[in-house]
């Protein structure tokens, strides 16, 4: 077992608060580039902490969560054949 293995699979290792760019880029499906040029345009929340830039996963999870289009909802069919007469 490698040292690096045997930090990773201790049980009372606390979970991340914040991620660095790459890992945070990885989260989020995007590039490392793109997701530089979201922090410097203020789009995507982050702490600075010297010259280092942290993502905190918490309030990742909430800009994601506010910034999502509201999921359209349609009614339920009631009548036979109604959910067949889509509009597209």
Do not use: F
Not at 20 to 31: P, V, W
Not at 45 to 73: F, M, S
Request: net charge positive; proline share 8%; charged share 25%.
């Amino acid at each position: 077992m490698t040292e690096t293995t045997a930090i990773t699979n201790v049980p009372d290792t606390p979970p991340r608060l914040a991620l660095r760019s790459k890992e945070a880029a990885k989260a989020l499906g995007i590039s490392e580039r793109k997701l530089w040029t979201l922090t410097h345009e203020g789009v995507v929340p982050h702490v600075r902490i010297g010259t280092a830039i942290l993502y905190p996963v918490d309030v990742l999870r909430r800009w994601l969560d506010q910034a999502c289009a509201p999921i359209d909802k349609h009614p339920v069919a009631t009548e036979r054949g109604a959910m067949n007469n889509k509009e597209i």
